[in-house]
């Protein structure tokens, strides 16, 4: 079903372990930064945040690859935990997205609105994901 997740080079067994997280860090990392100049920065910070949520949208595609090719290998349980993940990162990501076009179109406080809201519940779906990648091991490479 998802052989092309598996077959891509983000999901390598080079590292020992799944790119999902690394790369979880990078997208959450923007966002969460974008979200920080919005509350914080004031009018000065506007552009840069505005870069910093482009950049985390650019980099989500390529996790939710990586997270693609870990939930195919995943069974039963593991399976739904990582589905309710999913939706929750999905959610997350389309909020930050309206959040870019808010942006884009000089409507500042309903991006910081949305980029608050997206942070809330990535929140909720990066608690499941470090549950399925800490405690059950899902993110290990059997070498």
């Known amino acids: 079903m998802l052989e092309w997740a598996r077959r891509s080079p983000l999901h390598s067994d080079v590292l020992g372990h799944s790119l999902h997280p690394v790369l979880t860090d990078l997208t959450?990392?923007?966002?969460?930064?974008?979200?920080?100049?919005d509350v914080l920065g004031g009018c000065?910070?506007?552009?840069?945040a505005t870069l910093l949520t482009s950049a985390g949208v650019a980099v989500a595609v390529p996790t939710a690859v990586a997270g693609a090719a870990d939930w195919a290998e995943m069974t039963d349980g593991e399976r739904r935990v990582g589905a309710v993940h999913a939706l929750g990162t999905d959610i997350a990501t389309f909020l930050v997205m309206g959040s870019l076009v808010a942006r884009l179109r000089g409507r500042y406080a309903a991006a910081t609105r949305l980029g608050l809201g997206a942070d809330l519940v990535m929140m909720g779906a990066g608690f499941l994901g470090g549950h399925l990648?800490?405690?059950?091991?899902t993110a290990r490479r059997d070498q």
């Not at 959450?28 to 920080?36: E, I, R």
């Not at 000065?44 to 840069?48: I, L, Q």
């Not at 990648?133 to 091991?137: E, I, K, S």
Request: no cysteine; net charge positive.
């Open 133 to 137: 990648a800490l405690n059950q091991g």
């Open 28 to 37: 959450l990392g923007f966002w969460t930064s974008a979200t920080l100049l």
């Open 44 to 48: 000065a910070s506007r552009r840069a």
